[in-house]
């Protein structure tokens, strides 16, 4: 027998508004009739019978859940796209005129010569990089096209060898606005366009044409220059400038190598390099000028006067010294984790927060957790008292639980409401180096190492500070104390050497202010026993420099040891208490 096979629709509704059916969903139920051919007619007896439904609609406004706020991802803040491929770019005038200058600048250096690939060799591949470049003040400065070589495709040995290049240590930049306050001693800053294409490169290195440049599609680059993406252009770049500011007379510090000094009868000029921006200040005022002019005919410069805005820092100056602040970094964080209209609080960590690896349930993402404490990072180089939150949320990188994300989030809240908080160098202080050292035994409730706790005033300048887990497990608050006095030994040598490169010279011992007793007489007295004769080696580092005369111990209260924000947590009065020794100013825009 025949039978006819049908597949029944459920009934479908009418939009209103459109006046039309939607489409039936995929996932709609089907509803199959198996029928004999006499049977037929009563499928449009069916028909007329379904009816049409009106389409029913919700009049409830839908909100994303209050919890949720403080878990948004980065959004794009900018109204500005930074385009991440060619084709993209090339929709853009701008980008078409920034890379066109881009593409003048290499020819202007002779950057690479068109050749046929040799047999045998491998031509590495380049792409372009945009960057929008702002101002302190987040205004448009320019539209930065950029190429660069791939040069993770490079081979050691054969592309390449030694890649290491110094940078100044924020350290030296701390240390320099601090002297040239108390001198008040302008700052002036400088920028080299194109830094990287100054380097000379010695290895045989070919490049694959870049792209929209049409100038004999079946050549490669042979690469004269050391183009930004190569793994030796840092160190070709800092080579070449070395050579070229020794003419000038500057010779580079021993203790910090982007450093360079430059002593004459007329007085002393100071110089700071950071890849391609630099500081320059100093005493000899017409030496600074010829200098700049002697800078302009070796490279491509940019004098952007005095120093306002130096790697995301934001340097003022009045009457009473310098500021520096990364107030328009912060805001940009807050921005990008979404926290602009949170509410504020009054410390970086609750009282007696001790966070562990377990604690919470694990993201699902640890991407955006990796962006917020990488970014917190940076900001304490102008922000000693979020140093201790950050330094425990950040042993937490690799896996991060909710717990630590709610860390982090309780340090932006503070951030919030101290944005504008940053460190004063002042004009009226001293140049004597001062410092404190602490411990915070067996703090850590996983491990039970302790923590280290320092910070160095030059006068009244905050310039160096640290919080650190200590490598080993102490068996006593002594001995992680003593451990901590050993590290803290170690960076005052460092910046006693590096202050008299920059011409400050300390005849007497620097005091160091520890809070346990036992620990001063420990390096005071040549015993060992059973409980220090494993710490030995930092027994000898401090006692050695003590008998020196490079140090001397002074015992102080905990009530005013000032290290003690580096290592503890505490309530709002006397974490308040302690920002206010650490010299810290709300520096505000006009």
């Known amino acids: 027998m025949t039978y006819f096979l049908v597949v029944l629709a459920p009934p479908l509704s009418v939009d209103p508004v459109l006046d039309q059916t939607p489409d039936l969903p995929l996932a709609a139920p089907l509803l199959t009739l198996r029928l004999r051919p006499k049977n037929l007619h009563r499928l449009w007896i069916l028909s007329l019978i379904t009816p049409l439904l009106p389409l029913r609609r919700s009049d409830r406004v839908r909100a994303p859940p209050a919890h949720l706020r403080d878990y948004s991802c980065f959004s794009a803040v900018l109204s500005l796209h930074e385009p991440h491929t060619y084709r993209e770019a090339c929709t853009n005038p701008l980008w078409q005129q920034a890379m066109t200058e881009e593409l003048q600048a290499l020819e202007k250096t002779h950057t690479w010569d068109l050749v046929d690939l040799p047999h045998g060799k491998s031509a590495?591949?380049?792409?372009?990089?945009?960057?929008?470049?702002?101002?302190?003040?987040?205004?448009?400065?320019?539209?930065?096209?950029?190429?660069?070589?791939?040069?993770?495709?490079?081979?050691?040995?054969?592309?390449?060898?030694e890649t290491f290049a110094p940078v100044a240590r924020i350290t030296s930049v701390r240390s320099l606005?601090?002297?040239?306050?108390?001198?008040?001693?302008?700052?002036?800053?400088?920028?080299?366009?194109?830094?990287?294409?100054?380097?000379?490169?010695?290895?045989?290195?070919?490049?694959?044409?870049?792209?929209?440049?049409?100038?004999?599609?079946?050549?490669v680059c042979l690469l004269r220059r050391a183009l930004y993406g190569l793994k030796q252009a840092p160190r070709a770049w800092f080579a070449k400038f070395s050579s070229i500011v020794h003419q000038f007379g500057f010779s580079s510090s021993s203790h910090d190598t982007a450093l360079f000094i430059r002593r004459s009868d007329k007085g002393m000029i100071l110089l700071l390099l950071y890849v391609d921006d630099m500081i320059i200040t100093g005493d000899d005022h017409s030496g600074i000028s010829d200098f700049k002019l002697f800078l302009h005919q070796q490279f491509e410069m940019k004098d952007l006067g005095h120093l306002s805005y130096f790697l995301g820092l934001e340097v003022s100056s009045d009457s009473t010294g310098y500021y520096l602040s990364q107030a328009k970094y912060a805001s940009d964080l807050l921005s990008r984790a979404g926290l602009t209209d949170t509410k504020v609080v009054s410390t970086p960590l609750e009282m007696n927060a001790r966070l562990t690896p377990l604690d919470g349930t694990p993201l699902s993402d640890a991407t955006l957790y990796r962006q917020l404490v990488g970014s917190l990072v940076y900001l304490t180089v102008t922000r000693p008292d979020i140093a201790h939150a950050v330094h425990l949320v950040s042993q937490f990188l690799s896996a991060p639980h909710?717990?630590?994300?709610?860390?982090?989030?309780?340090?932006?809240?503070?951030?919030?409401?101290?944005?504008?908080?940053?460190?004063?160098?002042?004009a009226h202080s001293t140049l004597d180096l001062c410092a404190y050292s602490d411990a915070d035994w067996a703090g850590d409730p996983t491990d039970r190492r302790s923590t280290t706790g320092f910070c160095f005033f030059l006068g009244d300048s905050l310039i160096s500070w640290r919080s650190k887990k200590q490598h080993i497990v102490s068996r006593s608050s002594t001995e992680a104390e003593y451990r901590a006095l050993a590290d803290t030994?170690?960076?005052?040598?460092?910046?006693?050497?590096?202050?008299?490169?920059?011409?400050?010279?300390?005849?007497?011992?620097?005091?160091?202010?520890?809070?346990?007793?036992?620990?001063?007489?420990?390096?005071?007295?040549?015993?060992?026993?059973?409980?220090?004769?494993?710490?030995?080696?930092?027994?000898?580092?401090?006692?050695?420099?003590?008998?020196?005369?490079?140090?001397?111990?002074?015992?102080?209260?905990?009530?005013?040891?000032?290290?003690?924000?580096?290592?503890?947590t505490f309530p709002p009065g006397r974490f308040r208490d302690l920002v206010s020794k650490l010299k810290m100013a709300s520096v505000k825009p006009p």
């Open 124 to 161: 590495i591949g380049c792409k372009w990089v945009y960057k929008i470049k702002t101002k302190s003040d987040g205004s448009i400065e320019r539209y930065k096209a950029r190429l660069v070589a791939k040069g993770y495709a490079q081979e050691y040995g054969i592309d390449y060898e």
């Open 177 to 219: 606005l601090a002297i040239a306050a108390v001198h008040q001693w302008p700052l002036f800053q400088m920028d080299v366009k194109n830094a990287f294409l100054n380097g000379d490169l010695t290895e045989e290195v070919y490049m694959q044409a870049p792209p929209g440049y049409s100038d004999c599609p079946d050549k």
């Open 402 to 426: 909710s717990t630590h994300y709610a860390a982090v989030l309780h340090i932006l809240r503070y951030i919030k409401g101290t944005m504008f908080h940053g460190l004063h160098f002042s």
């Open 489 to 568: 030994t170690s960076e005052l040598l460092a910046l006693r050497w590096l202050l008299e490169d920059m011409g400050v010279t300390h005849s007497s011992p620097t005091v160091i202010h520890c809070d346990n007793r036992s620990a001063i007489q420990i390096a005071h007295n040549d015993v060992f026993h059973e409980r220090t004769k494993h710490i030995e080696i930092d027994c000898h580092l401090v006692r050695h420099h003590l008998s020196a005369g490079i140090l001397h111990l002074l015992p102080v209260s905990s009530s005013d040891q000032t290290a003690d924000i580096f290592t503890k």
